[in-house]
């Protein structure tokens, strides 16, 4: 489930430098994007829309896998 959050948030922002934390907890996973704040904007799209498209192609995987997922985003620590 990383590797695919990891592939639709760099394909969507066009930026390498961003960073994905994934955390299990039991059957849930926690995935948590580090972006830059110049991009955060990008991936969350226009009314949140990107991000609950991002949210529901990750939950179909986790589905796949029988487990639950949450996705969050945080500005990068420098």
Same mark, same amino acid.
């Given at each position: 489930m990383r590797? $695919? $959050?990891e592939y639709l948030v760099r &394909? /969507?922002?066009g930026r390498k430098d961003l960073e994905v934390a994934e955390?299990? &907890?039991? &059957? *849930?996973v926690n995935l %948590? *994007?580090?972006a830059d704040p110049? *991009? /955060?904007? $990008?991936i969350i799209g226009k009314q949140g829309? =990107? /991000?609950r =498209? /991002?949210?529901n192609l990750v939950k *179909?995987?986790? %589905? $796949?896998e029988k487990k639950a997922v949450n996705v969050s985003i945080e500005e990068a620590s420098k």
């Open positions: 590797d $695919l $959050l &394909e /969507i922002s955390q299990a &907890e039991g &059957e *849930v %948590t *994007v580090h110049s *991009v /955060i904007g $990008l829309k =990107t /991000i =498209t /991002i949210r *179909v995987r986790a %589905t $796949l």
